[in-house]
């Protein structure tokens, strides 16, 4: 079975980068019927779909996010991860990482989820 | 981008009965040359991550109980629990894949009345 494990300080001061590290399990990341993404969701609020990458390292970004937002993928340690930079408040949420199934042209839907990642941004 | 509008915000059904959920994309999600709508549904417990229930609008996810079901096409979708039970309590949520960025429906607050 496929798991998921966000890892990654879960505070950061404002104007610091958010780095986190998503490890998969039970699976091989290096699939082209995969990409691999971060959602996050501020507590109490909805989903907000933060950037995706598959194995071979192209990346898509959501645009609201893209000026701050890195993604890399590992394939040696079947991880990848999430740097997002200038952090403010409003970036404080649960952070989860997932895998997406794509197919054809579709930009996929996830059918695998980490457990999360509080993140608070506070000094 | 693609907004999704999930209505109502929140549900009280009783025990038993059917619940409905409904979603309205701002543009059409269903690819002409597949003919397949690009649209998942995601079930959220208290606490814990999202689960996928649909995908391609109306394909059951294994393991997902059949009184979970998926329809519509094009803008405008639902998604149904035939006889609702207490572990149904949940937040869902759409999804479209058209197109990116990938957005989600504000969620819809499903409760026991």
């Known amino acids: 079975q496929l798991q998921l494990q966000e890892s990654g300080p879960g505070l950061v001061k404002p104007s610091e980068t958010l780095s986190l590290t998503c490890t998969v399990s039970?699976?091989?990341?290096?699939?082209?019927?995969?990409?691999w993404a971060w959602i996050r969701q501020p507590p109490g609020k909805g989903l907000e779909w933060i950037g995706s990458i598959p194995y071979s390292g192209s990346t898509y970004y959501n645009s609201s996010l893209k000026s701050r937002v890195t993604i890399s993928v590992d394939t040696s340690e079947n991880q990848f991860s999430l740097k997002l930079s200038s952090v403010t408040a409003a970036d404080s949420s649960v952070y989860y990482c997932?895998?997406?199934?794509?197919?054809?042209?579709?930009?996929?839907?996830?059918?695998?989820w980490g457990q999360g990642i509080l993140v608070t941004v506070s000094s | 981008d693609i907004v999704m509008t999930q209505s109502p915000d929140s549900l009280a059904v009783s025990l038993g009965e059917r619940a409905t959920i409904n979603c309205k994309s701002s543009q059409n999600i269903l690819y002409r040359s597949d003919n397949r709508n690009y649209f998942a549904w995601y079930q959220q417990r208290a606490g814990q991550p999202p689960k996928l229930l649909i995908h391609?609008?109306?394909t059951r996810e294994s393991g997902v109980p059949d009184r979970f079901s998926g329809s519509g096409s094009g803008t405008d979708f639902t998604l149904t629990i035939s006889s609702l039970q207490a572990e149904d309590v949940a937040v869902y949520y759409c999804q479209q894949y058209y197109s990116f960025p990938i957005t989600f429906g504000q969620g819809t607050k499903l409760e026991i009345k």
């Open positions: 391609w609008a109306s």
């Open positions: 997932a895998r997406q199934v794509i197919t054809g042209i579709s930009r996929g839907y996830f059918d695998f």
């Open positions: 039970g699976g091989s990341i290096s699939s082209s019927h995969f990409y």
